[in-house]
């Protein structure tokens, strides 16, 4: 049987119940730092809910001004606080490119980050995990003698809803 296209799973549709996600997000986050007996304060639960509020990345910046709609407005290192927090504990990821985070849909073994797609036309960013390609990256790198410490790949192009809607 042929191996499905990657791709093919990880782009939502556009009538997908983006609720579900951000439930499912905000439940796994509370399991996991239980697990690794960690605080998940009112605050970090609210930054990673920002973060999850769609599948585009979204700034430090604009998380302090959605945190601000709620009454009060954090100290932006308060905020970098948090997001490094969810980080460190696997809940975001941090789009280089973009200077902005994306929520966590993937369970990472070996210090692997993923890969990206980015939408360039829309900004939707999902996380896909190909082990394959994080072996051969990790082999490039024992190779070549460097000391990998984090490996995370964004690809930049068009999701297939605007793919189809531009006709490419």
């Not at 697990?35 to 585009?56: C, D, K, M, Y």
């Not at 460190?88 to 993923?114: D, P, T």
């Not at 360039?120 to 990256?137: N, S, Y």
Request: proline content about 7%; some cysteine.
């Amino acid at each position: 049987m042929p191996k499905a296209s990657p791709a093919a799973f990880y782009f939502p549709k556009p009538s997908h119940d983006h609720a579900n996600c951000v439930a499912k997000a905000l439940g796994e986050a509370e399991i996991a730092c239980a697990r690794q007996g960690a605080q998940f304060t009112p605050l970090r639960r609210q930054v990673l809910e920002i973060v999850w509020g769609s599948h585009n990345p979204i700034g430090a910046y604009e998380i302090l001004d959605a945190l601000a709609e709620g009454g009060r407005r954090p100290a932006p290192p308060t905020v970098y606080r948090a997001l490094d927090f969810l980080q460190a504990h696997g809940l975001v990821h941090r789009i280089e490119s973009k200077n902005a985070y994306i929520g966590c849909s993937q369970r990472h073994e070996g210090g692997e980050s993923g890969q990206f797609l980015i939408c360039r036309a829309c900004g939707q960013t999902v996380e896909a995990c190909d082990p394959d390609l994080a072996k051969a990256i990790s082999q490039l790198a024992a190779a070549s003698g460097f000391a990998l410490e984090c490996q995370t790949v964004e690809l930049t192009g068009l999701c297939p809803i605007c793919r189809k809607s531009l006709h490419v």
